[in-house]
């Protein structure tokens, strides 16, 4: 399972929420991003995808991180395509791609 940095949250939070899902059986890998990338943002997220079949459509930001988060995305599924897409206007509305397409949850 592929999840953000939480490094913002509290270390009691992060620690809560490892265990939770470690509990579970679910193998963590973070998304790791410049830093910087969430100076001023909380709204954003490479993780807020559509996966279709071996297709992965991913929000994009015109930014560095764009292709950091693609290729760690690509490494965690490995049998799929990466296509970045433009998401500032889903984004000025509170979410992205995964947010309005009704697809249900990878877990």
């Known amino acids: 399972m592929i999840i953000n940095d939480f490094f913002i949250e509290s270390a009691s939070w992060r620690t809560k929420f490892k ?12 998304l790791n991003l410049n830093k ?3 100076e001023g ?8 995808f559509v996966k279709i079949g071996s297709l992965i459509i991913m ?3 015109g930014l560095k991180n764009d292709e950091i988060a693609a290729e760690q995305i690509s490494r965690a ?6 296509e970045l897409v433009n998401a500032h206007s889903l984004i000025k509305h ?14």
Do not use: Q, S
């Open 94 to 107: 509170g979410g992205a791609l995964h947010c309005v397409c009704g697809e249900k949850p990878l877990v």
């Open 59 to 61: 929000p994009a930001y």
């Open 77 to 82: 599924f490995g049998d799929c395509e990466i």
């Open 41 to 48: 943002r909380d709204w954003a997220a490479y993780l807020n």
């Open 36 to 38: 910087d990338f969430w």
């Open 19 to 30: 265990r939770a899902l470690t509990r579970r059986g679910l193998e963590i890998t973070k």
